[in-house]
Structures are given as C-alpha cells and as structure tokens.
C-alpha cells in the first residue's frame, strides 16, 4: 500500500519558537494534501488543504499565518507552527490522495502523526 | 468542515460480543470510510464503501451504508481485546483529487478480556 510519512513523530519545544513537520509520500506523488489537528479525546479536524505549487486552503478558524504550509513538490508538503504555544500542543496528522491511478484514489493515505508539546 | 455524528460515544463490551457503532452524515457522499486509532497513535484504514454499494465485508468488519437516511454502521464480530481502540468514520463528498475527508467524533471501544 501507499506509504506517508511524518517527521518528527514527536516535538516538544518552548513557547515562543517556531516548529516545521514534514509530510511525505514515500511511492506515490499527491498534488494535494491535507493536514488535520486532533486533540486528547477527539476527532481529527481539517486544518488545511495543501496544493503543491499554490497557496494552502484554510479552515475557518485556522490562522494562516500562524501555521504556515509549504508544499513545494507532488511528494513533500510542511506545515510550520510559528511561535508556537502551549494550546498548539496537539496531534498533527497529515495525509495525500493519490495523484493517478498507480495507487487507490479513493483513499487518503494517512501519516503516522505528529505529536508537538510546547512548553 | 462540519463533522459527523457517531454513536455511542463510548462502548464497553465483553470479549467474544459483537460492537456495532453507527455514524450519520449531513452532506451527499462519494464514499464513507471507518478507521481505527489507538491511543495516542496514527489512523488504520479498514473498509472503504462507495454510495452505490449497500453493505461490505472485511473479515470480521461489517460496514453498512443508507444513502437515504445518510448513515452507517461498523460491526465487529466476535470482538477481541486487541479491537480496543476508537473508530471513526470520514466522509469524502466528492470524487476528484482535493476533496479531504471529514470525520465523525468517534466511538471508543473498550472490548475487556
């Protein structure tokens, strides 16, 4: 199956600093993909939806300058947390859709997460 | 995006019973799909089901969906410890590229041994 991967798995830094975690798909090429916060005991919510080659799509609510996203090519999206602080600390998941039909196009090919402690 | 809902919230059962979970939706679907986390860890694919299928099975997975009243259901049969975790379903409204998934709250599941 379709592999994404996510670095770092874990992140803990203090308040004030900024904090970049990549998004990778290992076999297949994603023009688009998403990333989604979830906090303890609850759902993922879409944060972004990232295009490689445009400017991001935000989510009501979502500060686009607060979390900047980067998607340079059909393989690697980033997502920066800018001064980051003690309520950005969550589980930061990404995922990639399949830009042709060398894999399902039906699914979205989840990373392993993110989890980002600030302290 | 708005979510979901699932219910129960929360299910505790006995090793060898079966859990059924059920998700509504609000919006038209081109597929729903269920997923599995473990606390604390990343999301497992289980069942994919496309709005002109009725019913799929995988292994001990059921997945239900009504189009009409906008729902479906997870069944795991003879549930085991290791089945312990939340479920969510996601929704995906379209059929091109750039459409995310939304996901319902979530059922957690706690099968006891």
């Known amino acids: 199956g379709a592999v994404v991967s996510q670095h770092p798995s874990w992140v803990i830094c203090k308040s004030g600093t900024s904090v970049k975690i990549e998004c990778r798909s290992l076999?297949?090429?994603?023009?688009?993909m998403f990333w989604y916060r979830q906090f303890p005991k609850q759902s993922l919510m879409l944060m972004a939806t990232?295009?490689?080659?445009?400017?991001?799509?935000?989510e009501q609510g979502v500060e686009k300058d607060k979390f900047l996203i980067n998607h340079a090519s059909l393989t690697l999206s980033t997502l920066t947390v800018t001064s980051a602080h003690p309520e950005d600390s969550s589980f930061y998941i990404c995922s990639a859709r399949a830009l042709d039909r060398t894999v399902s196009i039906d699914e979205q090919f989840f990373g392993p997460g993110t989890r980002l402690t600030v302290l | 995006s708005q979510q979901g809902e699932e219910d129960p919230q929360a299910l505790s059962i006995q090793e060898g019973e079966n859990a059924t979970m059920n998700c509504s939706y609000k919006t038209s679907i081109n597929n729903l799909q269920w997923y599995r986390q473990n606390s604390g860890r990343g999301l497992v694919h289980l069942i994919l089901i496309r709005s002109n299928e009725r019913e799929k099975h995988s292994g001990r997975l059921r997945v239900t969906l009504d189009t009409s009243k906008k729902s479906s259901s997870l069944l795991i049969t003879a549930s085991r410890a290791a089945d312990t975790a939340s479920y969510f379903c996601a929704t995906d409204a379209g059929a091109s590229g750039n459409t995310p998934l939304v996901f319902g709250k979530g059922t957690r599941l706690s099968v006891i041994a």
């Open positions: 076999d297949f090429q994603a023009t688009t």
């Open positions: 990232s295009n490689e080659g445009s400017k991001a799509t935000y």
